[in-house]
């Protein structure tokens, strides 16, 4: 009797144990996988998760336009090597291309500019290239103190600049006539070749004479830079610069998308909107402009481009040492899909108003 009684009370035992671990595994915090770093070392990619290493990736052609779950279920996948991709070899040196990585129900894109591909391109030498953060599910983090310096200007130019009358907020016609007054002028487009800091620091005309003579390329920040300038010294236009990533703080080893952007004080309105000089553009709701801040509250559903010029006139200096000259089409900009030209990938516009920063102009 004693003998069945104990057995009893161990399996008793044994039944309140189990349960209770049921019950902590399922009371238990789950915690969402998460994006720590990226490294690029001796043609492979060291991913870091938060979890185990283990994932799973697949290197596609190019960069796609978008990603859904049906391109996602057609992937050919490979199994991570302790935590690692292995890169094509040699990587290609006339595109950028995807790398989607997926860990359980999350996955992210990761875009690669390879290095012979800054190299014919741009005549641009970064060891290893860059790796891009693009589409994604997975968490990162995203917490910054960072506060955006304003930005320091050297001497009000004096610019003589009519209004385009097709718009029906002054504010925007007279931006537009100073921007169609900058792109006239050759631009050079590149990774920058001299000292930032001492280019903002230059008179608006020393800027525009090394700009077109190739001295200095720029892409959107040092384009912004000239139409803020130039905007100092034009009455009834008021702009102030607008910082916009993808992600802020870049994570270790990746670079994040960021964009470069204005926006502009239309009086009728009562509030600042957003003005791209750089892609020749501003966003619409409902006819109305938006602001930077209102990109990320509404959809791209309720979102509207509106290009501000017909086309926009780039150079860039090839592997050879030869000026190309890229047209860029404004009406080709997507709020959603990656667009390739000659000059490389951008992401849906949308994208890169996920983190925003308004910064001060100072003369």
Not at 85 to 109: H, M, Q, T
Not at 228 to 247: E, Q
Not at 274 to 301: C, H, K, Q
Request: some cysteine; aromatic content about 10%; charged content about 20%.
């Amino acid at each position: 009797m004693l003998r069945g009684m104990k057995k009893s009370t161990c399996f008793a035992v044994y039944l309140v144990a189990t349960a209770l671990v049921v019950i902590i595994a399922l009371a238990w915090p789950s915690f969402p996988t998460r994006l720590i770093s990226v490294h690029f070392a001796d043609g492979r990619l060291e991913v870091n998760l938060n979890s185990d290493a283990e994932f799973s990736y697949a290197i596609l052609a190019d960069v796609p336009s978008s990603i859904d779950a049906t391109a996602l279920e057609s992937l050919s996948l490979k199994p991570s090597k302790e935590g690692s991709i292995v890169l094509p070899a040699p990587e290609p040196a006339n595109r950028e291309y995807s790398i989607i990585v997926i860990k359980g129900k999350d996955w992210f894109e990761l875009v690669r500019q390879p290095e012979a591909w800054l190299r014919a391109k741009f005549r641009f030498e970064q060891r290893g290239g860059y790796t891009v953060l693009g589409r994604r599910t997975i968490n990162i983090d995203t917490e910054s103190t960072y506060s955006p310096r304003p930005l320091v200007l050297s001497h009000t130019p004096r610019l003589q600049i009519g209004q385009v009358d097709s718009f029906p907020y002054p504010a925007i016609g007279i931006a537009v006539a100073l921007l169609e007054f900058l792109w006239e002028k050759p631009v050079m487009q590149g990774p920058t070749t001299l000292s930032y800091r001492e280019f903002v620091k230059q008179p608006l005309t020393e800027k525009l004479r090394a700009v077109q003579e190739g001295r200095f390329s720029v892409q959107c920040a040092g384009f912004r830079e000239l139409f803020v300038h130039a905007s100092t010294g034009i009455k009834g236009l008021k702009v102030r610069p607008v910082d916009a990533y993808g992600s802020d703080p870049q994570l270790p080893g990746l670079t994040s998308y960021s964009h470069a952007a204005t926006e502009i004080w239309v009086e009728q309105l009562n509030k600042w909107v957003l003005f791209d000089p750089w892609n020749g553009i501003f966003v619409e709701r409902d006819g109305i402009p938006v602001s930077a801040n209102e990109m990320s509250t509404y959809g791209a559903d309720q979102l509207s481009i509106v290009p501000v010029m017909e086309s926009i006139p780039r150079f860039h200096v090839d592997a050879h040492g030869q000026t190309q000259k890229v047209d860029y089409d404004p009406k080709s900009l997507s709020l959603t899909s990656f667009t390739c030209v000659d000059a490389g990938c951008q992401p849906g516009y949308q994208l890169y108003f996920k983190i925003i920063r308004l910064r001060d102009v100072h003369l």
